[in-house]
């Protein structure tokens, strides 16, 4: 139902920055990869795309994944980590850790992480209820001011399929590129999105 009382913060979900394994697209969940020297810069660039998406205040409270690759994003970015959160780790790809599309595709033909199958990792239905999970302390800081989250792509992107009431295989249909920052807002007290992926500028057009 519409309202016309919004809170004076929204949620802002920021992709770590590039490394090795999401270069290549390795499916990268539990491994703790680090930043790749053009993921570092991206990392520092991306206090532009937050300026440009952020309220003016600091925002209420930054939460990040306990990943080396989302804490030194949050660092460069020019975030404070207020708390380590091991809910906003990305989805967990069980055996298929590691491993690129196509190499899991030789025995499992049309596979994506949205239609599985998830041998040893976690479901889409196990990924919707920890997104629901952040989703609603999230909100319940807003009236402070934004709330931002610093995580991975594919979670980010369930993420935003939840605030919008799709299920988890929604996130199909959002990108979210390495050091990338999507904002979700509400109309009216219905949770909508502002902004989906937005970018850094690339160093050579600064």
């Excluded at 920055?17 to 990268?28: A, D, I, L, P, Q």
Aim: net charge negative.
């Amino acid at each position: 139902m519409s309202t016309d009382a919004d809170p004076d913060g929204r949620i802002l979900l920021l992709r770590h920055g590039e490394t090795e394994w999401s270069r290549t697209g390795k499916h990268t969940g539990r491994t703790d990869v680090p930043l790749t020297d053009e993921g570092r810069a991206a990392a520092r660039r991306v206090r532009d795309a937050l300026a440009l998406v952020r309220h003016d205040a600091p925002p209420a409270r930054v939460l990040c994944s306990p990943r080396t690759r989302a804490r030194d994003t949050a660092e460069l970015a020019g975030l404070r980590v207020d708390a380590v959160d091991d809910r906003l780790v990305e989805w967990d790809y069980g055996d298929n850790e590691g491993w690129t599309t196509p190499q899991i595709r030789e025995s499992q033909p049309g596979w994506t992480i949205w239609d599985g199958p998830w041998p040893g990792g976690e479901t889409p239905g196990d990924v919707a209820a920890r997104a629901d999970a952040v989703l609603a302390d999230a909100r319940a800081l807003l009236g402070g001011g934004d709330v931002v989250l610093v995580g991975h792509g594919h979670f980010s992107r369930v993420l935003t399929a939840r605030w919008i009431g799709l299920p988890a295989s929604g996130g199909v249909h959002f990108r979210m590129d390495p050091a990338g920052v999507s904002v979700l807002g509400f109309e009216r007290g219905v949770p909508r999105l502002d902004h989906v992926n937005q970018r850094p500028t690339p160093a050579e057009d600064q």
